[in-house]
């Protein structure tokens, strides 16, 4: 059994089959990489995983509960976090600020500004996501306003803003969409560096088989809705399926 179970799920809109009887199994503290043509349903599933979406038949279990009918906070509140593909951080706010959202969260989805009236208190909340910014190396840049960053920045922020949580299921979907090679790289750095220090389970939506195959411990294809093949990330690429689903080559 895996910490995230997906059990024969299916998801129609309208006249498209989106989703066909897909079945997955996360294994806990893996990085686990969902990859696909365009339209093969990954979006689609990666928010039946959080919640957005419910389908119209099936399961999606997260270490024995469903994640089915939730509000974002109760998934955040069960210890699941989404990286998006475009950063949802506050432009106007500096890094720091930003940062210190998160902290200030509530399990309950509210905010809990009214609890931390004292400066000892707000003094704790900022050493906490200070400590946070030191950890993803972006400490020098805390008073920097976000909006002015690199987009590979901006994703840095983000998966720390979902890191400070301590969730143990993170998501990230697409986490290099539009990024130069070296914010790429950086990036692939950062989650390896995530996946050696935390008890964490990640699974990635990902187009850059790069970074697919710098970090998946296992692969799952998707083709037309359906799990095509699910293996290690060695033997997915010479897989004649894959390469003719994903590749566009005959076998």
Same mark, same amino acid.
């Given at each position: 059994?895996? &910490?995230?179970?997906?059990?024969? !799920?299916?998801?129609?809109?309208?006249?498209? /089959?989106?989703? @066909?009887?897909?079945?997955?199994?996360?294994?806990?503290? +893996?990085?686990?990489?969902?990859?696909?043509?365009?339209?093969?349903? %990954?979006? +689609?599933?990666?928010?039946?995983?959080?919640?957005?979406?419910?389908?119209?038949?099936?399961? !999606?279990?997260?270490?024995? /509960?469903?994640?089915?009918?939730? %509000?974002?906070?109760?998934?955040?509140?069960?210890?699941?976090?989404?990286? $998006?593909?475009?950063?949802?951080?506050?432009?106007? *706010?500096?890094?720091?600020?930003?940062?210190?959202?998160?902290? $200030?969260?509530?399990?309950?989805?509210?905010?809990?500004? #009214?609890?931390?009236?004292?400066?000892?208190?707000?003094?704790?909340?900022?050493?906490?996501?200070?400590q946070m910014l030191i950890d993803v190396n972006m400490i020098e840049k805390r008073h920097m306003h976000s909006a002015s960053m690199s987009r590979g920045d901006k994703r840095r922020l983000e998966t720390?803003?979902?890191?400070? /949580?301590?969730?143990? *299921?993170?998501? *990230?979907?697409?986490?290099?969409?539009?990024?130069?090679?070296?914010?790429?790289?950086? +990036?692939?750095?950062?989650? %390896?560096? &995530?996946?050696? %220090?935390?008890?964490?389970?990640?699974?990635?939506?990902? #187009?850059?088989?790069?970074?697919?195959? @710098?970090?998946?411990?296992?692969?799952?294809? *998707?083709?037309?809705?359906?799990?095509?093949?699910?293996?290690?990330?060695?033997?997915?690429?010479?897989?004649?399926?894959?390469?003719?689903?994903?590749?566009?080559?005959?076998?």
């Amino acid at each position: 059994m895996g &910490i995230l179970e997906v059990k024969g !799920v299916n998801k129609r809109f309208g006249g498209l /089959q989106a989703l @066909s009887d897909v079945n997955l199994s996360v294994k806990e503290n +893996t990085v686990h990489a969902i990859i696909g043509p365009n339209g093969a349903g %990954k979006s +689609t599933l990666l928010n039946c995983l959080v919640g957005k979406l419910i389908p119209d038949t099936g399961s !999606v279990m997260f270490d024995g /509960q469903s994640v089915l009918g939730r %509000k974002p906070y109760q998934i955040n509140q069960m210890g699941i976090s989404r990286v $998006f593909q475009t950063p949802e951080i506050f432009g106007d *706010l500096t890094v720091l600020e930003n940062m210190m959202i998160p902290c $200030f969260a509530r399990r309950d989805g509210a905010f809990r500004l #009214h609890a931390y009236e004292s400066v000892a208190a707000e003094k704790e909340l900022a050493e906490k996501a200070e400590q946070m910014l030191i950890d993803v190396n972006m400490i020098e840049k805390r008073h920097m306003h976000s909006a002015s960053m690199s987009r590979g920045d901006k994703r840095r922020l983000e998966t720390a803003m979902c890191l400070v /949580q301590e969730p143990r *299921l993170l998501l *990230l979907d697409e986490p290099t969409a539009g990024m130069a090679r070296a914010d790429t790289n950086n +990036t692939i750095d950062l989650l %390896k560096e &995530i996946k050696e %220090k935390r008890d964490i389970t990640m699974a990635i939506i990902e #187009h850059d088989m790069h970074v697919v195959f @710098s970090l998946a411990d296992r692969i799952t294809v *998707l083709a037309q809705g359906t799990p095509l093949v699910e293996d290690a990330p060695e033997n997915i690429k010479g897989n004649p399926k894959v390469r003719e689903a994903y590749l566009g080559e005959s076998a």
